[in-house]
Each structure stands twice: as C-alpha cells, then as structure tokens.
C-alpha cells in the first residue's frame, strides 16, 4: 500500500475518531449539546480540510508550497469553524 493511500485511509478514520469527542462529552456532561447538523457539518467540513490537504500533498511538489498552502487550508477551516462556533465575524451563519 502506498504513503498516498495510507494517508487517505488516515483521513477517512480521523474523522469518525475525532467526532466521538464531543458525542462522549455529551454523555457525561450538559455543557455539550450537539444536534446531528452540527456532527455532520463539523464531519463535512473535517473531512474537507483533510481531503484538501491531501489533494495539496499530492499536486503542489515543493515544500515550502506544500507548507502554505496547507496552512491556508487549515487557516480556513479554523475560521469557518470559529465562525460557526461563537460567530466572531457575525455573520448569519453563525445565527448572528
């Protein structure tokens, strides 16, 4: 199996994984109430920002270019997810 492959499978268990967090919080505490739009936007957008790292990986072949673009990807996700979060920008996404 390929480094490619491995790292595609990576991403498609990270996932999952990383979404059981807030899903045990919500058993043993009442500051988490997820709904399930909130599991499977996070999960969309998880699983976007891994998929464009790796769609970075394999097109961009230096790595100072690998490096930025990856860092605006993840840039991105952490502002859209702050945004949905709390709505820092207050825009309507956030409920604002």
């Keep these: 199996m390929?480094?490619?492959?491995k790292r595609l499978?990576?991403?498609l268990v990270a996932v999952p994984t990383l979404l059981l967090i807030p899903?045990?919080?919500m058993q043993f505490s009442t500051g988490v109430?997820?709904?399930?739009?909130?599991?499977?936007?996070?999960?969309v957008l998880l699983l976007g920002t891994g998929l464009l790292c790796e769609f970075v990986l394999r097109k961009v072949k230096s790595t100072k270019g690998?490096?930025?673009?990856?860092?605006?990807?993840?840039?991105?996700?952490?502002?859209v997810w702050a945004e949905l979060?709390?709505?820092?920008?207050g825009t309507p996404f956030a409920g604002s």
Excluded: E, T
């Design 9 to 11: 499978i990576l991403i």
């Design 85 to 89: 979060a709390v709505g820092i920008f």
């Design 23 to 25: 899903l045990m919080a």
């Design 33 to 43: 109430d997820w709904k399930i739009l909130d599991f499977v936007i996070m999960g």
């Design 66 to 79: 690998r490096i930025i673009f990856c860092g605006i990807v993840l840039l991105a996700f952490l502002l």
């Design 2 to 5: 390929s480094l490619q492959n």
